[in-house]
DNA sequence: ACAAGGGGTAAACGACCGTTAACCAGCCTG
DNA sequence: CAGGCTGGTTAACGGTCGTTTACCCCTTGT
């Protein structure tokens, strides 16, 4: 699980540490795993993690602004490569569905503990995933007839289908993929049509 | 929020201390709110819970279970009620839709905080779901041409769909349930289609 | 050869928090 | 009017857990 680790490359212990955290709090929340049981996760123990992060916090901290900066740096980049509204759009849609798909634990810990991070990084995190929307909401009014309201609604819908896979690994990774999209560019341009009937 | 309190009827004091409580639990998280902090919500102040419940862990699994039950119960009515596959799938849509929007406290804790249970409780629980599932299941199977493993990733994918509701409260009530039931019959309907494509 | 520092350890500290204990006020029943 | 539930209260206990401290090894550059 984890974004595969680039090629043969060594992380960074950093890196290590965030990806056994990431896990770990993906299944049991971030207040039901202990420090030392993300240390015993990597091969050290408790405390040694504060060579390499300031608190606990922080380390959730990191983990949901570098999320939230790899979702809308990738997302936005495709939007800006897409020819036109409508291609831009699915290529949203699959960019969101491979991210999901690739790191099931990041996305599950985004969706699920938000609460937990300091003001601060809240307030981060937060502004980067308006963001995030925002690029969906505007390539959504371009390609589908729908207000404003409307599409920011049907985006965290969509966000909520894509990021259900966590939940079921029934199929394997291509099925899903092209399941999720297809009913991910399904819901989106039904979303517009009779928008506010 | 929390579920219409039936007439001008006074709920029993245990409702009441379980509606604060998932809306507490929905907006931090079960391990961050404290039973001081379910009791100041109710009026009283924290151990007085314990003349109610055996314990905080028993509260969440109350309030899960009895999710669950209500879920699974209004799921399979409404099936049974319908003269065919097809209004049985709609009515089931419509069904968890008017649930996740009516009670969305409810429908974030039962989402997220799976994992704070106690393992009986979480045996109960899952097994619940499970049965909720398959009503979807054989709905799905019934109405569009799906093979199983499918039917169960779609069923999944339009929960997550229809239980973002929490997350965007920019439509009123009415249009959001139009919006999420659009949706979702449209991406169901489509998961159809070329099934293992 | 050696000082420096990066990265690890185990032990102690301190706060928080779920739970229990001891106590008490009102109400309803006999 | 006594006496026992019912449902509160505050204070104390105990465990868990994040964090700090003190110590140590091993590598590396001078």
Chains 1, 2 share one sequence.
């Not at 992060?53 to 997302?75: H, P, V, Y």
Request: charged share 20%.
């Amino acid at each position: 699980m984890g974004a595969v680790p680039a090629d043969g490359v060594k992380q960074t212990r950093r890196d290590q540490i965030l990806d056994a955290a990431a896990e770990l709090f993906a299944r049991h929340g971030f207040h039901g795993v202990g420090i030392d049981d993300i240390g015993a996760a990597v091969g050290i123990s408790g405390p040694a993690l504060y060579r390499h992060f300031r608190s606990k916090d922080a380390m959730l901290g990191e983990m949901l602004t570098s999320i939230s900066e790899r979702l809308l740096e990738g997302g936005q980049a495709r939007v800006d490569a897409a020819p036109d509204a409508a291609t831009a759009l699915q290529a949203l849609v699959r960019w969101h569905v491979d991210f999901a798909l690739d790191d099931p634990a990041l996305i599950t810990v985004q969706m699920r503990n938000l609460a937990n991070l300091t003001d601060p990084d809240r307030r981060r995190v937060r502004a980067l995933q308006r963001r995030y929307v925002e690029v969906w909401v505007t390539a959504l009014q371009e390609s589908v007839a729908v207000d404003e309201p409307t599409a920011r609604a049907a985006a965290h819908a969509v966000f909520g289908l894509i990021n259900s896979t966590p939940h079921s690994a029934h199929l394997d990774r291509d099925q899903m993929a092209a399941l999720l999209t297809r009913m991910a560019l399904a819901s989106l341009t039904t979303a517009g049509v009779l928008a506010t009937a």
